[in-house]
């Protein structure tokens, strides 16, 4: 194989301030004495020219102690973990990854990897796919140098996904999900070696073994995919979802939501909501609330986004009658949604075939969730009414002529009150 040199390619390829970072870890790697080369996704980005900004860092020796100077050097705080001998450098513009080049044996299937330090080969061999175990220098003497043991430069070029070995999706079956996120983000294949040993993989129960947080972490990665509907599809038909749990799977109508949600990226970031959550919404949309629950519980879910999707599946079966009440008075549609979260409210309004009624989820949203009354418990209080569940009653009916149109200021809601205490 010819040796090729990526120098020209790194300058093109990465944004200026990335590229500094890189060689500035090369000139220190080279004051430090040790041979560092960047690594995985982002050498296989620079060959397809897509944006990258994660700088894996991979050195021969220990990582841990180099990433310490480094990051000392740089002026970024550190973050070691010592039983995996890698390090994170955090920097006001980027973080480094370093690791040391190890080999990884697992203990058990699906556990996390016992590393013994190793030379270059056997690090990139330890990878997921030929793509990504590719490395290159950043060392002065070979600074672009080329490392591609695996064939990783013809599988780019065939637009395949390979991966190393037999073991690969036993040791570790995130990489199952890895591979569809890959196939749908670059328009690659699976190649059919590779693409057994997943179908072996998924009939030894894998995902049995890995912890629910592990699926979790990888699931929320490919929501946040351009187009996670193409690779929730291929999910759906290796049947990875039911075997990640009995309760996850991808209906048509989930399918259609997971799609409309995907199209709706910059609307959905406009409120700042969790995208993740949203996905997850439509998954587990019409499962039934036992297998909802144990997926909750399988994927480690924190109690905020239980809460969350209870109330996207509360409102993906609000009758006809309630929704009605979308077309009515402002107040209507504010006591009709006050409870739901914004994830869920945009969801509700990402259902609506009717125009208006999405309008009026998002004049919500814009809007009446923000009103406010002018008066408070203090202002009862000081008119001498009793304290007491009454308050919150009172409070709503001010709200509720407030948002009619019947009581703008606080002399008018003072008035409301008056008459309501009588
Ligand atoms: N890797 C692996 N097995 C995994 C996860 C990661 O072999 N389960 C290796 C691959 O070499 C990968 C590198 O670690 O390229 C970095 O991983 P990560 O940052 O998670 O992914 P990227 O390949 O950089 O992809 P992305 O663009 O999605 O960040």
């Known amino acids: 194989m010819k040796n090729i040199n990526m120098y020209k390619a790194m300058k093109s390829e990465l944004d200026a301030d990335i590229y500094k970072l890189v060689c500035s870890t090369g000139i220190f790697a080279d004051s430090y004495g040790i041979k560092a080369c960047i690594v995985g996704g982002m050498v296989r980005d620079i060959f397809l020219k897509r944006k990258t900004v994660d700088i894996d860092v991979v050195v021969l020796g220990d990582g841990l102690k180099f990433a310490r100077f480094l990051a000392d050097k740089l002026g970024g705080a550190f973050k070691g973990f010592e039983k995996f001998k890698t390090a994170k450098i955090f920097l006001k513009n980027g973080r480094i990854d370093i690791s040391s080049a190890r080999k990884e ?36 003497e070979d600074f672009g140098n080329l490392f591609d043991p695996f064939g990783g430069v013809s599988d780019l070029k065939k637009k395949i996904l390979k991966t190393m070995h037999d073991r690969s999706f036993v040791d570790d079956p995130t990489r199952i999900l890895r591979a569809i996120r890959f196939e749908a983000r670059l328009g690659f294949k699976i190649e059919k070696r590779t693409l057994r040993f997943i179908r072996k993989a998924l009939k030894e129960n894998i995902f049995e073994n890995l912890s629910g947080e592990r699926i979790r972490e990888e699931l929320f990665i490919l929501f946040k995919e351009q187009t ?46 969790d995208v993740p959550i949203m996905y997850l919404m439509a998954l587990l949309g019409t499962a039934q609330p036992a297998q909802a629950l144990a997926t909750a519980v399988k994927l480690k879910l924190s109690n905020g986004q239980r809460h969350a999707i209870d109330h996207g599946k509360e409102l993906q079966k609000l009758q006809q009658k309630d929704l009605g009440k979308l077309g009515k008075g402002s107040s209507a549609t504010y006591f009709l949604l006050k409870k739901y979260g914004t994830e869920a409210l ?55 002529a407030k948002l009619d149109g019947r009581a703008d200021n606080r002399e008018e809601q003072l008035e409301l009150v008056r008459t309501l205490a009588e």
């Open 105 to 140: 044996t697992y203990e058990k299937p699906a556990a996390l990897p016992d590393v013994v330090l190793s030379g270059r080969d056997e690090d990139l061999f330890r990878r997921d796919f030929t793509i990504n175990s590719m490395a290159v220098s950043i060392n002065r």
């Open 228 to 273: 996670p509907a193409k690779a929730m599809k291929r999910l759906e038909q290796f049947g990875v979802l039911r075997k990640i749990n009995p309760g996850l799977c991808l209906d048509s109508k989930a399918l259609a939501m997971f799609k409309t949600i995907g199209s709706s990226g910059r609307l959905i970031r406009s409120y700042h909501a």
């Open 346 to 400: 945009l969801y509700l309004m990402l259902m609506q075939k009717d125009k208006k009624r999405a309008a009026r989820i998002k004049y919500y949203l814009d809007e009446l969730k923000h009103i406010k009354i002018e008066i408070t418990g203090d202002d009862l209080k000081e008119m001498g009414i009793k304290e007491g569940p009454e308050y919150s009653k009172i409070l709503s009916a001010v709200m509720k």
